[in-house]
Structure formats: C-alpha cells, structure tokens
C-alpha cells in the first residue's frame, strides 16, 4: 500500500529536549515536505527536499533542522524544542512534475506538545 | 513567495445546499491548484484540482473553476452531505522549480441535518 508514515503520532516534551520526528514514504518520491498546522494559519512549510541531499527552507524554518540521506526517508530535527514549536505536524510526499499525478500525499500527523 | 489567501475562514450550510469556497493566489507564475480535504483527526486529502490551461473541472459533486487572469479559484461543492463536514484547503504550486506547495488558511465546512 503506497503511504505516508510518520511516528511518533503524539509526544510531550518538555523544553530544551532534543527530539526527531521520523518521515517514510514508499512511493519512490524525490519531493518531500515538513508542514506545521496550526489553527487559523493553515499548512506552513518548514522545510522541502527536492531529492536526496537536496533540502531548503521553507516559510517557518526557524528552529527546526531536516535531512535527505536516502530517498524514502526525511526525518524533522527539532535541536532545542520550545513551546511556541507546539503544534500537529506533517509530513508530505510528491513526485516529480512530468511523472502523472502531482498529488502530495500527507502522513498520518505527529501532535508534538512542548512544556 | 506565493501568498494564497482563502474565505471565508468558517462555513455553514444547510443539508442539501451548495457551498462556495475561494481562494486568491499573488504568483503569476502559479500554474496548479489543488484542493484538500482534512476531516477531523485526519490527513489532509486531494479532493480535486485544476491546472492553468483549463477554465473548470468537475468531478461529481464538486467543482473547481479558475480565473487565472484576476488570480482567483473557487471550489463548488453541490447538495452538500453530513460527510462533506471538514477542513478544506485551496494550494497553489507551479510545476517547476521549488514545485513548492503553498495552502490557504484553510475553511471549516459544516453541514447541518
């Protein structure tokens, strides 16, 4: 079954810890995406990959780090969480333009509260 | 950037009724325009698009049009169901370069029995 899959689903942390959320998608996409989802500002973009090794920032990268060291897997870093990084996150997939579909398909959502 | 912006924020229909959702993008360079649908607890989900070089595109219930010279596209949702109940989302994205996807705020749809 193609998908999305993100873990963990939830946490709570608590300020200053350390943490990463994971991304995997079997669809042998090269685009992926960290989005942030918080209530009356829709679908941010933190960061992008355009394939492996390739990433860039996108509108609210501050605080967050990204890695693209093989093609399935993009994981999100936050170094040193705050409770302003409190928020649902996901994480979405593409295929390169020119390849059919350009559908994003999103993971299931992590819930990420820092206290 | 692109800079997509969405009404209204919040959305309730009468069962039955027609809902109309609108979004305004600022890229001229835009050229695909999806929307998603995110019910509660849920992804978000490709529901439909459009691409520039067509004026409107239908899919059973609902309907996408685009205007691309005024910068605006609107989805019409038609004898709205209890499960039509949901977030939805317009984006705009070109399909080159960065190939980045950017969301309105988003409209909360509800449908009352």
């Known amino acids: 079954e193609a998908q999305v899959t993100q873990n963990p689903r939830y946490l709570i942390t608590v300020t200053g810890k350390k943490l990463t959320v994971t991304c995997s998608q079997n669809?042998?996409?090269?685009?992926m995406s960290w989005y942030r989802q918080d209530p009356g500002l829709g679908l941010r973009q933190i960061y992008y990959?355009?394939?492996?090794?390739?990433?860039d920032k996108g509108d609210v990268p501050e605080g967050y780090k990204v890695s693209r060291k093989e093609k399935r897997n993009f994981p999100l870093i936050l170094e040193s969480p705050s409770p302003n990084q409190t928020s649902l996150y996901f994480c979405?997939?593409?295929?390169?333009?020119?390849?059919?579909?350009?559908?994003?398909?999103f993971g299931q959502g992590t819930r990420l509260t820092v206290v | 950037g692109e800079n997509v912006e969405q009404h209204p924020s919040t959305l309730s229909v009468q069962e039955g009724d027609s809902a109309v959702i609108k979004c305004t993008y600022s890229d001229s360079a835009s050229n695909y325009f999806p929307w998603y649908k995110q019910e509660l607890g849920k992804r978000p989900q490709l529901i439909i698009d459009?691409?520039?070089?067509?004026g409107e595109k239908k899919d059973q219930r609902i309907a996408v049009t685009l205007n691309k010279t005024a910068k605006h596209f609107s989805l019409h949702i038609t004898e709205t169901q209890p499960e039509d109940s949901a977030v939805y989302f317009c984006?705009?994205?070109?399909?080159?370069?960065?190939?980045?996807?950017?969301f309105g705020a988003g409209t909360t749809v509800t449908v009352r029995a």
């Open positions: 669809m042998n996409h090269e685009y």
């Open positions: 990959s355009m394939n492996v090794e390739v990433t």
């Open positions: 984006a705009a994205s070109r399909l080159r370069n960065d190939y980045k996807l950017s």
């Open positions: 459009i691409r520039s070089n067509v």
């Open positions: 979405a997939s593409r295929p390169e333009p020119g390849q059919g579909t350009t559908e994003a398909f």
